[in-house]
């Protein structure tokens, strides 16, 4: 089974309008953490934002938010007032803290994410 | 970005040739780890270590080897090129919880 499930190859939102990526994910594990990078077409990856398991607010980080819906094991990002400069690919990760040694870091297969004018 | 040093950039390797890329850390993290992304796809781990000295296979390690002898290096050998290793690399960290960090990533072109 997917351990992390990103249903949207791609989307399209209109400059200054928000957007939502949608990320589920599937782990037995109570204690973890989830990520979001974006990769531009430069192909570096760029830390967005974390949420971890415990936490009881949804994570903020300027215009990206994380929707944490933890019974439904879901943890969309949503980028508000879209910007051309946010066109790029999503990633979404996880982190699962006691399942072995090994704390890594298992990735969805990405959301690209085209701004337009 | 902050604190992860890969090298090279790019590199095109001939079939069967051997090559070692490089992944340097000045963070003082145990946790480092390889991936690799080929086109239009999610990363792959390949390989990661908890600390120097140890290291495990990840989901995709055939084909490849890596050694820890210090808490800053985490090499990744590839001992005969194929053409399915043609992808990009990257090497990542992990330290407190929420801090997770790639390298700039290697682009490898086997021919």
């Known amino acids: 089974a997917q351990k992390i499930t990103q249903t949207q190859p791609g989307m399209f939102v209109q400059e200054k309008e928000a957007v939502t990526l949608d990320c589920t994910y599937d782990?037995?594990?109570?204690?973890?953490?989830l990520f979001w990078y974006k990769q531009p077409s430069s192909g570096e990856m760029i830390f967005l934002i974390y949420?971890?398991?415990?936490?009881?607010q949804n994570a903020t980080e300027g215009r990206y938010s994380l929707n944490f819906q933890k019974a439904r094991k879901s943890a969309n990002l949503v980028i508000s007032a879209s910007q051309l400069g946010d066109s790029a690919m999503y990633f979404c990760a996880m982190r699962e803290f006691y399942t072995g040694t090994a704390s890594k870091l298992t990735f969805g297969t990405g959301t690209r994410l085209q701004v337009t004018l | 970005n902050a604190g992860v040093t890969q090298t090279p950039k790019f590199r095109i390797l001939k079939i069967g040739q051997s090559m070692t890329l490089q992944c340097t850390q000045d963070?003082?993290?145990?946790?480092m780890y390889w991936y690799r992304q080929d086109p239009g796809m999610g990363l792959k781990l390949i390989y990661y270590?908890?600390?120097?000295?140890?290291?495990d296979k990840g989901e995709v390690p055939n084909g490849y080897n890596v050694s820890r002898s210090t808490t800053e290096d985490f090499p990744l050998r590839l001992e005969l090129a194929a053409p399915s290793q043609t992808s990009v690399y990257f090497c990542a960290i992990v330290g407190s919880n929420t801090e997770a960090f790639f390298g700039q990533g290697t682009r490898l072109t086997v021919v």
């Open positions: 270590s908890v600390g120097a000295g140890i290291t």
């Open positions: 949420q971890g398991s415990y936490d009881e």
């Open positions: 782990t037995s594990d109570q204690s973890y953490g």
């Open positions: 963070m003082n993290h145990n946790y």
